[in-house]
């Protein structure tokens, strides 16, 4: 079994209620057959750290360096639009983007890249496109506005070991906004 790690964004329970409401509208709307990802797993994927059986000792000590060096305040995350971004595969990614800018979210990848580059650990620099991944579906939506946007403050962020093929997730860590400390799970 294949086991990756990256580090995300979690939506907050109200977020996780909009979602839902998405989902059930789209389901309406669209001949979607795909199930929609469980609510647990629902994210923003900020950087993808490596496959988990690869990983280094040093690499994992510097990864939990890197996010507890991040001190920027809590962030508004907004997805207003839902899509199918294209896909060599028959079933594309029916996600959720936006059409702002999400100015602070930009800024808080960019900070976290920048940490984990400077304890050697490779992330993207490429362009960035906020989006929460709904379902995989065979089905492409073109780009259609949502009735309301799904949004949340970001106040904290993750590292997930992802059980790959296997649909769970397990958070390893957890590091507030705004804090100079992380905090572990009970």
Excluded at 49 to 63: K, S
């Amino acid at each position: 079994m294949t086991e990756s790690l990256f580090f995300a964004l979690q939506p907050d329970v109200n977020a996780i209620a909009q979602l839902n409401e998405v989902a059930a509208a789209l389901r309406v709307q669209h001949p979607l057959s795909a199930r929609f990802i469980s609510t647990d797993r629902l994210h923003v994927t900020l950087h993808f750290v490596g496959n988990f059986a690869e990983i280094t000792e040093a690499q994992l000590d510097g990864a939990h360096a890197a996010a507890a060096a991040i001190k920027l305040p809590p962030f508004d995350v907004s997805f207003d639009k839902v899509l199918s971004f294209q896909s060599a595969k028959a079933e594309r990614p029916l996600v959720l983007t936006s059409t702002s800018a999400m100015t602070a979210l930009q800024l808080f990848r960019y900070e976290l890249g920048d940490q984990l580059r400077r304890r050697g650990i490779k992330a993207e620099k490429a362009k960035f496109t906020p989006h929460i991944t709904l379902s995989y579906d065979e089905y492409a939506l073109d780009e259609q506005a949502l009735a309301a946007p799904v949004k949340w403050a970001a106040h904290e962020f993750v590292l997930i070991k992802s059980f790959v093929g296997k649909s769970r997730y397990e958070i390893l860590e957890r590091w507030p906004l705004g804090a100079a400390s992380r905090y572990h799970l009970p």
